[in-house]
């Protein structure tokens, strides 16, 4: 008699994520589903099993898997998905699933750059007013309630999806999805006279041209660093990192 395929459930919302579904999904006999959260409206099409929005806390979580007897779980969110993050590792305790957590590098200051690592955003927000008056904020459409309060700043916020009130008094909104070229974004600091950049450490080459493009413009760089991972998880910075490690359970057999 055999048994049923293997099933992952990857928590997605990243190019990772896509990356590894489609890895996955070309296997013969892996069953690959993605959650996402719902955040973005118009995400693009993903390999394999699709599922969108929240499961309801670590319990909800655990039931998901136990129900839909999923063999391994993979954390492949955003590196500030924190509370997601923090679900996956109490479920994956709960039911005794394997789990791994993708996380791709952080940024790392180089020479010639200005960065001012913070904690929050709204330990960003608090520095502003002495870094400069033309802010390029790219930290995302959610979270910008910290900076609602800072006045006699110009904010140029970018972000895939409309952003989440309450705004800063003074904003203009720039809607775009990068990738970027360090060209292009040295076109828009020049453009509209920036003067500080405030992003959080999401790693990866995508958005990474900002980084530049602030070096060489002698930029003032306000950095969000990353919450701490929930201790003792498996923490992985690539796709083949994840692949080798899904290569040692001991998938069902097609006959067994």
Known sequence: MSRPSPHVLILGGTTEARRLAADLAARPGVRVTTSLAGRVARPGALAGEVRIGGFGGPEGLAAWLRERRVDALVDATHPFAERITANAARAAAATGIPAVFLRRPGWQAGPGDHWHPVASLTEAADL?????????????????????????????????????????????????????????????????????????????????????????????????????????????????????????????????
């Open 128 to 256: 502003l007013p002495g870094l400069g008056r033309r802010v390029f904020l790219t930290t995302g459409r959610l979270g910008l309630a910290a900076f609602a309060h800072v006045a006699d700043v110009h904010f140029l916020v970018r972000s895939v999806e409309p952003p989440e009130p309450p705004l800063p008094p003074d904003t203009r909104v720039l809607s775009a999805r990068g990738p970027f070229t360090v060209a292009d974004e040295t076109a828009l600091l020049r453009e509209h006279r920036i003067d500080v950049l405030v992003t959080k450490d999401s790693g990866g080459a995508a958005t990474a041209a900002k980084l530049t493009a602030a070096r060489e413009l002698a930029l003032p760089v306000v950095v969000v660093r990353r919450p701490s991972l929930p201790e003792g998880v498996p923490v992985v910075s690539d796709v083949p990192a994840v692949l080798e490690r899904l290569g040692r359970l001991e998938w069902p057999g097609p006959d067994s």
